[in-house]
């Protein structure tokens, strides 16, 4: 059977500036938090670091000739803030800003349209040493730098997002401490969550400005979770988990306030002792700005089990099925969620339109003695996905593209260089760039647009 695609519809891929640039302290850039991060020992596994990662900084026309190669129509980079405001504020480094200009008119001559991310997590340093999301001037600082690069590429960029997947940088960076900046405390995850939040509502408006007929957004990382069984603790698990991760981002962006079951449940649990004291008047106006659209980057199915012996901290587990299939990431491969989470997404939320911002697996095959890679696994991973992606659509979900990640194998956090997403192949040691079989497929898909 053929399923066709909306003609326009967008395909691309997707990386982020930390994950593939490298030249970490060239050209004026200054230290990010994940620089820092990287660099303290035991924080990466195998103590690996971005500094050099895929070279891309260097590379990057190469890069953009493989994208075309690919028949790819657009691009979803992100900008590394510390190259165009070494101090997070005030003075512009224009070799940084010329690095951007260079990629963007390439990428234009190259008929491939740029989708550019504000913030993909690589804060400037010196903005974390003052307090970084925790205070709400760096909400401000967001607000400015979001100026410095509309103003700059907005001539050219008309597709922008203002920050990826704030959970993470939240509470991966502040409550867990597995991200940068590795902080531990709840009460700070929940305050940084909301400075993303406000930082996102204050940047969208100067986007506009700077950028004529521009369209803007965010990503936010959402899945699919089902309770284990249907005892009432799983089922609180689920009701948590949705409103850790999801519900607590969605809402205010769409004009609800924070869900207020949360509130209740980090209230109670002593995470806000004040109470929500940092939201100031017209922040939940702010935050909630109408989008054009709403990226997601979905991945996996989580089953979720309340544990046995909790320690009051609100917490799950998540149930591994003997006969399902796990990427390497210990992922479940679960398409229809993409499908449920689609339709979920905008009959309860209606978003103008939806991006497929992220969706990708890990699978470590590499090239054999002639040189294939031969990724049946990510392409069977691809096919389930845009399968789902196209029934959604069919369900009238008003789905405008879909994003693959990552273009390339890159630099996958505290995973360091230990997972591939690319369907390109990166061997770290030469730079050498190789196609996987999926880059091949997906290639196909995107000529014919469908499958
Ligand atoms: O590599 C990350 C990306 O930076 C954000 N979304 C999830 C990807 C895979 O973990």
Same mark, same amino acid.
């Given at each position: 059977?053929?399923?066709?695609?909306?003609?326009?519809?967008?395909?691309?891929?997707?990386?982020?500036?930390?994950?593939?640039?490298?030249?970490?302290?060239?050209?004026?850039?200054?230290?990010?938090?994940?620089?820092?991060?990287?660099?303290?020992?035991?924080?990466?596994?195998?103590?690996?670091?971005?500094?050099?990662?895929?070279?891309?900084?260097?590379?990057?026309?190469?890069?953009?000739?493989?994208?075309?190669?690919?028949?790819?129509?657009?691009?979803?980079?992100?900008?590394?803030?510390?190259?165009?405001?070494?101090?997070?504020?005030?003075?512009?480094?224009?070799?940084?800003?010329?690095?951007?200009?260079?990629?963007?008119?390439?990428?234009?001559?190259?008929?491939?349209?740029?989708?550019?991310?504000?913030?993909?997590?690589?804060?400037?340093?010196?903005?974390?040493?003052?307090?970084?999301?925790?205070?709400?001037?760096?909400?401000?600082?967001?607000?400015?730098?979001?100026?410095?690069?509309?103003?700059?590429?907005?001539?050219?960029?008309?597709?922008?997002?203002?920050?990826?997947?704030?959970?993470?940088?939240?509470?991966?960076?502040?409550?867990?401490?597995?991200?940068?900046?590795?902080?531990?405390?709840?009460?700070?995850?929940?305050?940084?969550?909301?400075?993303?939040?406000?930082?996102?509502?204050?940047?969208?408006?100067?986007?506009?400005?700077?950028?004529?007929?521009?369209?803007?957004?965010?990503?936010?990382?959402?899945?699919?979770?089902?309770?284990?069984?249907?005892?009432?603790?799983?089922?609180?698990?689920?009701?948590?988990?949705?409103?850790?991760?999801?519900?607590?981002?969605?809402?205010?962006?769409?004009?609800?306030?924070?869900?207020?079951?949360?509130?209740?449940?980090?209230?109670?649990?002593?995470?806000?002792?004040?109470?929500?004291?940092?939201?100031? @008047? /017209?922040?939940?106006? &702010?935050?909630?700005?109408?989008? !054009?659209?709403?990226?997601?980057? =979905?991945? %996996?199915?989580?089953?979720?089990?309340?544990?046995?012996?909790?320690?009051?901290?609100?917490?799950?587990?998540?149930?591994?099925?003997?006969?399902?299939?796990?990427?390497?990431?210990?992922?479940?491969?679960?398409?229809?969620?993409?499908?449920?989470?689609?339709?979920?997404?905008?009959?309860?939320?209606?978003?103008?339109?939806?991006?497929?911002?992220?969706?990708?697996?890990?699978? @470590? /095959?590499?090239?054999? &003695?002639?040189?294939?890679?031969? !990724?049946?696994?990510?392409?069977? =991973?691809? %096919?389930?996905?845009?399968?789902?992606?196209?029934?959604?659509?069919?369900?009238?979900?008003?789905?405008?593209?879909?994003?693959?990640?990552?273009?390339?194998?890159?630099?996958?956090?505290?995973?360091?260089?230990?997972?591939?997403?690319?369907?390109?192949?990166?061997?770290?040691?030469?730079?050498?760039?190789?196609?996987?079989?999926?880059?091949?497929?997906?290639?196909?898909?995107?000529?014919?647009?469908?499958?």
């Amino acid at each position: 059977m053929t399923l066709s695609f909306p003609k326009d519809f967008v395909w691309g891929a997707a990386t982020a500036s930390y994950q593939i640039e490298g030249a970490w302290d060239e050209d004026g850039k200054s230290e990010s938090i994940w620089d820092r991060f990287a660099h303290t020992p035991g924080k990466i596994l195998n103590g690996d670091t971005g500094d050099v990662a895929c070279d891309h900084y260097h590379r990057w026309r190469d890069d953009v000739q493989l994208m075309r190669d690919l028949g790819l129509n657009a691009y979803r980079f992100s900008i590394a803030w510390p190259r165009i405001l070494p101090a997070g504020r005030g003075a512009v480094n224009q070799r940084g800003l010329d690095f951007y200009n260079r990629l963007v008119d390439e990428l234009l001559e190259q008929n491939i349209t740029p989708y550019v991310t504000l913030y993909h997590w690589d804060l400037p340093q010196v903005l974390e040493d003052a307090g970084g999301w925790a205070v709400r001037d760096t909400a401000q600082a967001f607000a400015e730098y979001a100026d410095v690069v509309s103003r700059a590429l907005g001539d050219r960029v008309k597709n922008w997002f203002t920050h990826n997947e704030p959970f993470c940088a939240a509470f991966l960076g502040y409550q867990m401490g597995v991200h940068a900046p590795g902080v531990t405390d709840w009460h700070k995850a929940i305050v940084a969550s909301h400075h993303l939040l406000l930082s996102h509502g204050w940047a969208m408006p100067i986007i506009r400005q700077n950028s004529a007929d521009a369209q803007a957004g965010i990503v936010l990382n959402v899945g699919f979770n089902m309770p284990a069984t249907n005892r009432r603790e799983d089922l609180d698990a689920v009701r948590f988990g949705d409103g850790f991760v999801h519900r607590w981002f969605l809402d205010p962006l769409f004009g609800r306030h924070y869900p207020a079951d949360m509130v209740d449940a980090y209230c109670a649990n002593g995470f806000l002792p004040k109470g929500m004291s940092f939201v100031q @008047a /017209d922040d939940l106006a &702010a935050i909630s700005a109408p989008m !054009d659209f709403l990226g997601v980057n =979905y991945y %996996r199915r989580s089953i979720m089990s309340q544990p046995t012996a909790s320690d009051g901290t609100p917490s799950h587990e998540e149930i591994r099925l003997p006969d399902s299939e796990y990427t390497e990431m210990g992922w479940e491969v679960y398409p229809d969620g993409l499908y449920q989470l689609l339709c979920r997404l905008h009959f309860e939320y209606r978003p103008a339109k939806i991006f497929i911002t992220e969706n990708g697996a890990s699978y @470590a /095959d590499a090239p054999d &003695a002639q040189g294939v890679i031969d !990724d049946t696994r990510r392409i069977d =991973y691809l %096919r389930g996905h845009l399968t789902a992606a196209h029934r959604a659509i069919q369900a009238g979900v008003p789905l405008a593209g879909y994003f693959y990640w990552s273009l390339m194998d890159n630099f996958e956090w505290a995973y360091g260089y230990s997972e591939r997403f690319g369907i390109v192949w990166i061997d770290y040691a030469t730079q050498q760039r190789i196609l996987k079989a999926s880059a091949r497929w997906y290639a196909d898909v995107i000529r014919r647009n469908g499958l």
